[in-house]
């Protein structure tokens, strides 16, 4: 292509272009924001609003990570804090979902990686909706914050699950929505939900229509996707890899599940992640009643003396664990009973979902 004179750009400084010219919607956050870009997108779209979105994720309803519409008259934009590319962009509003420190190997510190959220709330030219307990880090006149079952400037209240699908109502903008259904299963979602929810709303969504587009949300490929649901087993598989998204997921299983057996299949995803959130990791893993530990997935860094699956294995307090290689994870769950199995991880553990689906399919039969 830059043979034929084309120049090649970072998608960042694309999505820095685009969003220049319409209004915009960003969302950021160490976790979440792929699952709230994803949901407000759709609650556009079933609201009547025309968007474009650029998503991290690939949308189960719309089988892309893309959504076109020529008569667009706003864009849904998941911005990303890695190597700081969200202050490329040029938001009207923006959502912030979390603000855990992550990817300190480029940030160095904690606090630099709160400046850089800062910096990105202060290019917004209207509302901000952050997460409860994030305002205080954020330089700009019009932060509203969102929170699950405490009263806030939005929130949801009387959240339950029946028939495997969670319910709640809805305070937001001035306005009380009662008896929503979540097509999406996990209760950390409903909070996302709050959040797509509220902007939604303040972009013309009508009560209505956004009850009819989250009754029909699918969800987003790997964020809490239930691969197989037979009489015997069930698979979750999830691109969780913080401390923070394991957490989540694996509560929401037990939720989702109750009274069953949890086995998790964990790849960690960059050496420095592990090191520097090993006790996270370790604390989150142990809600799980079995845990099934791969080696550590490089990505684009070298490996760190010291800093592997078995370090972490040993901090796990469980007595059910165990370290396999990848190329040994058929035949370790072929010598297995499953009943809830949860795979986890941002590496290439998504490879093995196929194989696991078609065991766990002819086990049915």
């Known amino acids: 292509w830059q ?17 220049m010219d319409r209004r915009t919607v960003a969302v950021a956050g160490t976790h979440g924001k792929t699952t709230v870009s994803t949901m407000l997108a759709h609650l556009l779209r079933e609201g009547g609003v025309r968007c474009n979105a650029f998503l991290g994720g690939v949308s189960v309803n719309y089988r892309s990570n893309i959504l076109l519409d020529n008569d667009a008259v706003v864009n849904v934009v998941e911005a990303d804090e890695y190597d700081r590319s969200f202050l490329q962009l040029r938001p009207s509003e923006a ?14 510190t904690a606090e630099a990686m709160y400046e850089a959220y800062a910096q990105f709330a202060a290019l917004c030219t209207g509302t901000v909706l952050a997460r409860r307990g994030l305002s205080g880090r954020l330089r700009h006149a019009n932060v509203k914050e969102y929170t699950l079952m405490e009263p806030s400037d939005a929130y949801a209240m009387n959240v339950r699950v029946e028939n495997s699908a969670y319910h709640f109502d809805l305070h937001a903008r001035g306005v009380s929505i009662p008896g929503l259904t979540l097509g999406m299963p996990g209760r950390h979602n409903v909070e996302n939900a709050v959040a797509a929810s509220t902007i ?26 239930v691969r197989f649901k037979g009489t015997k087993s069930v698979y979750v598989d999830d691109y969780a ?8 997921a694996i509560r929401s299983a037990r939720e989702m599940y109750p009274g069953r057996s949890v086995t998790g299949i964990f790849q960690p995803h960059l050496f420095t992640r592990t090191r520097d959130f090993v006790d996270g990791f370790a604390s989150a893993l142990a809600l799980l009643d079995e845990l099934i530990l791969l080696e550590i ?28 290689k990848k190329e040994d994870l058929l035949k370790e769950l072929e010598g297995r009973g499953i009943d809830v199995l949860m795979t986890l991880g941002a590496g290439d553990i998504d490879r093995s979902v196929p194989a696991i689906v078609n065991l766990l399919n002819q086990r049915e039969r």
């Open 3 to 19: 043979d034929r004179g084309a120049r090649i750009v970072k998608r960042a400084e694309l999505l820095g272009l685009i969003t």
């Open 95 to 108: 959502i912030i979902t979390a603000m855990d420190p992550d990817h300190l190997d480029i940030y160095g």
């Open 200 to 225: 939604a709303l303040e972009l013309g969504v009508t009560p209505e229509r956004l009850r009819q587009g989250l009754a029909s949300f699918k969800g987003v490929e790997r964020r809490f996707d």
């Open 241 to 248: 890899h913080h401390p923070q998204e394991l957490e989540a």
């Open 297 to 324: 997935y490089p990505a684009r860094e070298e490996p760190i003396e010291g800093i592997n699956s078995a370090w972490l294995l040993e901090r796990v307090p469980i007595a059910r664990k165990a370290l396999v």
